[in-house]
């Protein structure tokens, strides 16, 4: 019982109660918007009236409003300025690379690989297979040339191609 005769509770039940944290219902009886009764204890009445008065004052009030919501704006500026940072980090690193720059590169690697198995490639074959007879050996032949157009493309780095361009 608190000095006014009224029951008191444990900063867990209003905890559980406001839905709120208990260092949140301490901070609150801190800032004077729910009286105490006692160390640790605070009186039913006094405190759901207390909190009450402060949620209306919160909705009434609309410079507590833009304080909440500019708060709020400040920890997503400070998020995407340390995301930003971040990710200029990992990119000095190696670990990022910018998307049009590698958009780029693939497209040379492709036009690298177009070139060699559609230019390069039927030249080599052609040139092998023009005293052959067997269908079976112009099919070895081919399957050993584009098998080592791939493997010279396998072999080529595709920041040589990038530095050629």
Known sequence: MSA??????GVEVFAKLFNLTPRRIQQLA????????????????????G???YLQAKLENPSFAEKISLNAE???KTKAEADKAEME???????????IEMREALELVMSEIKTKLLNNTPTRIAARTK?????????????????AS???LASTDPA??????
Do not use: F, N, W
């Not at 801190?30 to 006692?38: Q, T």
């Open 89 to 99: 980090a990992a990119k000095m690193r190696g670990d990022l690379v910018d998307a």
């Open 51 to 53: 909190y009450v008065a």
């Open 74 to 76: 400040r920890a997503r």
């Open 4 to 9: 006014s005769g009224g029951p008191t509770y």
């Open 150 to 152: 791939l493997h010279a």
């Open 160 to 165: 040589d191609l990038v530095e050629e361009s």
């Open 30 to 49: 801190k800032e004077g918007i729910i009286p105490k009764a006692s160390r640790g204890q605070y009186e039913l009445a006094p405190v759901v009236r």
């Open 131 to 147: 005293s052959e007879k067997k269908e079976a050996k112009i099919k070895a032949i081919a399957k050993d040339e584009i098998a």
